[in-house]
């Protein structure tokens, strides 16, 4: 196996030979060999997030969950050998869940499973009692006569596909975030949200929403797949199907979270930095394995590959473990302005958020120049079966802030087919974690670290943002 992973490296720097310099020096990929074999042999990863779902658990921003998140992950970032550790402040919203429940008053009287979405208003005490009126789409609700909707509970029923990497998700995603601002301006007084899910499992799907300024701030909820299949089926029946909504969701104001940050100082460019991130937050519903226990595990595990070796990187290598992604990427944002000097040093960034993986594709959003380091750290993972993608990545949520700014990402995609199952539910927990693909993906992330962080190219100017 050694040998054909030499060979295609070589292969594949030889082809780009005559246009450039070798993107990589021997000793760099010889360290890429032996870093692949050693991350295919570690449970690092596996054993990080399990540390992190079982001692911590839910640590939804703001609540004390996350604050013991932060504690957890200084303490562990300091325990690995990093040449710096660091908290850097972020002012995050603190939302709190509370009691939550739904039923069907008339006619067919029978409770329905909900989850509260994140940032919703609670109802009135007693809460709401309303007949429902239903769309296909978030444009249908959007599309609609005022006096259809005025004084009902607007339903989305909006059915999201299954696709390995997850492209169902976005259509489907916009009615959870403008819904409410949506119904509202229909006069309706609440939104019932089919959950944004590829599952027909009892389970809601929470998930953060918004409102505008100027617009009444009605409740918002998600129902069960089953559960709007169920509404669907009672409204074929007749027209008039009335709903009690009860939710006593708090705003607790603001508090202050942290990006956790673990850096390899680099041994001959150390003010060039490789960023490798994932967040810390999770929802509060399930235990935040895949969403992202399963990053943090796999960044933290990718970073000790290469604290284990003998040889410091020529870049910096940093680990960023974000705040407040799954509220608004509310620590991303703060990263980018607390670093706004010194984001021309980015070389690289990419986030580890789509669950535990295996990583099949590696796209990038660089100079087009540099896409022969791209393909020659691609056929570095080759025998880990990632091919090469694009050149339009988009990097990631927490990522997704810095190419605006002219950074250069990469997307290292993971396979997502059974992803948005368990997304944002109670049934987010360790055990739907393969042990196997999240070793695979440890590698692949080490791999991107530390060719990166040696790689002879120049990524910039990346192409313009278009998407
Ligand atoms: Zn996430």
Do not use: C
């Amino acid at each position: 196996m050694l040998h054909s992973f030499r060979a295609l490296a070589l292969g594949a720097g030889l082809l780009t030979a005559g246009l450039h310099a070798q993107p990589f020096d021997d000793a760099t990929l010889n360290h890429s060999d032996r870093l692949r074999d050693h991350a295919l042999q570690s449970d690092i990863a596996w054993q990080v997030v399990e540390s992190l779902t079982t001692e911590v658990g839910p640590r939804l921003a703001g609540t004390e969950g996350d604050a013991r998140a932060v504690a957890w992950a200084k303490a562990r970032f300091e325990a690995m050998g990093f040449d710096a550790v660091r908290l850097e402040p972020v002012t995050v919203p603190h939302w709190e869940r509370g009691y939550a429940d739904a039923q069907v008053t008339l006619p067919f009287p029978q409770p329905l499973v909900i989850s509260a979405l994140g940032n919703s208003v609670p109802t009135p005490e007693g809460g709401i009692e309303a007949r429902i009126v239903r769309f296909d789409t978030l444009a249908d609700l959007e599309a609609a006569d005022p006096a259809q909707v005025k004084g009902k509970l607007a339903f989305i029923d909006h059915k999201m596909e299954r696709f390995k990497d997850g492209r169902g998700y976005g259509p489907v995603v916009k009615a959870r975030g403008r819904g409410a601002v949506a119904a509202a301006q229909k006069g309706a007084v609440g939104l019932l949200l089919r959950s944004v899910s590829t599952s027909s499992h009892r389970f809601a799907h929470t998930g953060v929403m918004r409102y505008v300024d100027g617009v009444a701030k009605i409740p918002a909820a998600a129902i069960s797949p089953p559960d709007a299949d169920q509404l669907t089926r009672m409204l074929a029946r007749q027209d008039d199907i009335q709903v009690k909504l009860e939710l006593a969701s708090m705003d607790k104001g603001q508090t202050t979270s942290y990006n956790v940050i673990g850096e390899i100082r680099g041994r001959s460019q150390p003010e060039e930095i490789v960023v490798i991130g994932a967040h810390l937050d999770s929802w509060d519903e399930g235990t935040g394995a895949l969403d992202d226990g399963a990053g943090v595990g796999i960044v933290t595990a990718a970073a000790q590959h290469i604290l284990d070796l003998e040889q410091r990187p020529a870049r910096t290598v940093r680990v960023v473990l974000y705040a407040a992604e799954e509220i608004g990427l509310i620590g991303a944002k703060a990263y980018r302005d607390h670093h706004q000097a010194d984001l021309d040093n980015h070389y690289i960034a990419a986030e580890a958020d789509f669950g535990a993986g295996p990583i099949y594709r590696l796209d990038s959003r660089v100079n087009e120049a540099a896409r022969p380091a791209i393909e020659a750290m691609v056929a570095q993972m080759a025998p880990l079966g990632v091919t090469l993608g694009h050149n339009h990545s988009w990097g990631g949520p927490d990522v997704s802030v810095l190419p605006p700014l002219g950074v250069p990402v990469a997307g290292l995609n993971m396979d997502g087919t059974d992803y948005f199952d368990y997304h944002h539910t109670p049934d987010d927990t360790l055990d739907k974690i393969d042990p196997e693909a999240i070793r695979q993906s440890a590698a692949v992330y080490t791999l991107f670290a530390w060719l990166m962080a040696n790689a002879d190219s120049t990524l910039r100017p990346i192409p313009p943002t278009t998407n």
